[in-house]
Structures are given as structure tokens and as C-alpha cells.
């Protein structure tokens, strides 16, 4: 069993639309979580974490954390063509510095 | 968030031959951390570069096949030895932030293939 489950995709949105990017973890010990955006031929880049159980807003982007049920996810509000990317979910276990990277969602916003 | 660079971007290499790759952090840190993207995939960590200390590599990546040096806390090598298509990746190296949560923040990344 992976220790990080995301669905591959690509999830198609309409712009202005709200995309709902969904991971779960199988470790009950993690203890931070991380959503990173990968554009095609570049690095991955740090858009938000949550570490807390609910929700965690930062401008467009609303994270929501659910350790009951080993689940974080990632609300995008007003998708934006720009906002067409992999996104990949990380978790850290025990907070350590080692992460687990989900496979990726690949997200498209169609204008 | 720390500005990291390496070099080199890119490289097509024959198999059998080795490349190292240069990671150097504007700023000193403690730990630094070497992954592999293969074609589509995600993020797999190599290992764990620690200044003053042998690197700690995770399971499926040994010392003879990805040597790492970390001479000081700014700068980090990982060199893929005697290299086959199979090692055709995107080599990232990472940092830890400052935010006490153990985020990373990522270098450009090289992308390396192996003819």
C-alpha cells in the first residue's frame, strides 16, 4: 500500500469553476500535510499545508485535513487556465524531514 | 524561502558514464535532500544530506550507485554512477523552510538522459 493515494486524472474544470483535489495517507502517525504545484518541466512549488484538523483558507486555495478519516484536500476557488498543473500531495511522518509525495493530479482549466 | 540553484539544468549522457550534480542554498542549512522524477511519476527521495556525515540513503538507493557530499551547509553533490536509461530522471534537491513544520522548497531541478 502506497503511503500516498491520489487519483491521477486529469480532472477537467471550466474556468471559474471550483476544483476539488483529493489525497489520503496511510500512515495515522503523519502529522503535516503539504500540496505542492507542478508545472510541466518544472519543480514542484509549495502553494499550501495544513496540520490541524478542518479547513485552512490562503486566497483562492482552501485546504481541509481530516485525520479520522486519513484524508486532505485541496479547493481551488475561480480556477484560472494558469492554475493547469500537477498537483502533488505530500505528507511528513512523525516530523521528520522525510516526505511522501502522492503521484500527482494533473488538473486542467479549460478557458 | 531559501533560493537554491544546480548545475547542470540538463545533460544527455552515454550509459556507463557518470554526472554530478551540483545543488549550492543561499543560505546555510542543516539537512539537504536529493529525489528522483522519473518520466510521469512522482517524487522519490534519494537521501538525506547532512553536513559532517555520511548521507543517509532510503531503501532501493545505495552509496555506490549515488555517492552524495555535503563539504559545507550551503552545497551538496550527488553523482549517478555508471548510468543506464533506467536513470533517466528530473534530480531535484531540496530544503527545509523555516516554518517549523518541515515544509521543503524545491531546486530547478536537472534532467538528466541516458542514451
Known amino acids: 500500500q502506497k503511503e500516498v493515494e491520489q487519483n491521477s486524472g486529469p480532472l477537467s474544470v471550466p474556468e471559474g469553476a471550483i476544483a476539488s483535489l483529493n489525497c489520503t495517507y496511510s500512515?495515522?502517525?503523519?502529522?503535516?500535510f503539504f500540496w505542492y504545484r507542478q508545472y510541466s518541466g518544472k519543480s514542484p512549488e509549495l502553494i499550501m499545508f495544513?496540520?490541524?484538523?478542518g479547513d485552512k483558507e490562503d486566497g483562492r486555495f482552501t485546504a481541509q485535513l481530516n485525520k479520522a478519516s486519513q484524508y486532505v484536500s485541496l479547493l481551488i476557488r475561480d480556477s484560472q487556465p494558469s492554475d493547469s498543473a500537477t498537483y502533488l500531495c505530500?505528507?511528513?511522518?512523525?516530523?521528520?524531514?522525510?516526505?511522501?509525495f502522492g503521484s500527482g493530479t494533473k488538473l486542467n482549466v479549460k478557458p | 524561502s531559501a533560493v537554491i540553484s544546480q548545475k547542470p539544468s540538463r545533460d544527455i549522457c552515454q550509459r556507463g558514464t557518470s554526472l554530478t550534480i551540483q545543488c549550492q542554498v543561499d543560505?546555510?542549512?542543516?539537512?539537504m535532500f536529493w529525489y528522483r522524477q522519473q518520466p510521469g511519476q512522482s517524487l522519490t527521495l534519494i537521501a538525506t544530506?547532512?553536513?559532517?556525515?555520511?548521507?543517509?540513503?532510503e531503501s532501493g538507493f545505495v552509496i555506490d550507485k549515488f555517492p552524495i557530499s555535503r563539504p559545507n551547509l550551503t552545497f551538496s553533490t550527488l553523482t549517478v554512477s555508471n548510468m543506464s536509461p533506467e536513470d533517466s530522471s528530473i534530480y531535484l534537491c531540496?530544503?527545509?523552510?523555516?516554518?517549523?513544520?518541515?515544509?521543503?522548497?524545491f531546486g530547478p531541478g536537472t534532467r538528466l538522459t541516458v542514451t
Open positions: 544530506a547532512n553536513q559532517g556525515s555520511e548521507a543517509t540513503y
Open positions: 543560505s546555510q542549512v542543516t539537512m
Open positions: 500512515d495515522r502517525g503523519s502529522q503535516s
Open positions: 531540496s530544503v527545509p523552510g523555516e516554518g517549523g513544520l518541515n515544509e521543503q522548497y
Open positions: 495544513i496540520y490541524s484538523n
Open positions: 505530500a505528507v511528513n511522518l512523525y516530523n521528520f524531514n522525510k516526505f511522501y
